[in-house]
């Protein structure tokens, strides 16, 4: 059976921008601690912030998020 999980690029489409966490915090209007724990897959976003991310990363958020499927 497969199993999958929702995974996200946001570190690297934000290193590659070369925006610290901080400033992409405030432009989302979260905490810092939120995007350490996106980018850690620690915390699936609500769709809020995830169109927030997509509009402060100026990227569409297929290229953000993907499902990461995984045999069990």
Do not use: C
């Not at 290193?15 to 901080?22: E, H, L, S, V």
């Not at 915390?43 to 953000?64: M, R, W």
């Not at 993907?66 to 069990?72: I, L, S, V």
């Amino acid at each position: 059976m497969k199993r999958g999980k929702v995974k996200n690029n946001i570190r690297n489409v934000r290193r590659m921008m070369d925006i610290t966490q901080q400033d992409l915090a405030d432009q989302v209007g979260v905490h810092r601690q939120t995007i350490l724990a996106i980018e850690k897959q620690k915390y699936e976003p609500t769709i809020g912030i995830v169109l927030a991310l997509s509009k402060a990363l100026n990227q569409p958020v297929e290229n953000l998020f993907f499902w990461d499927e995984e045999n069990e």
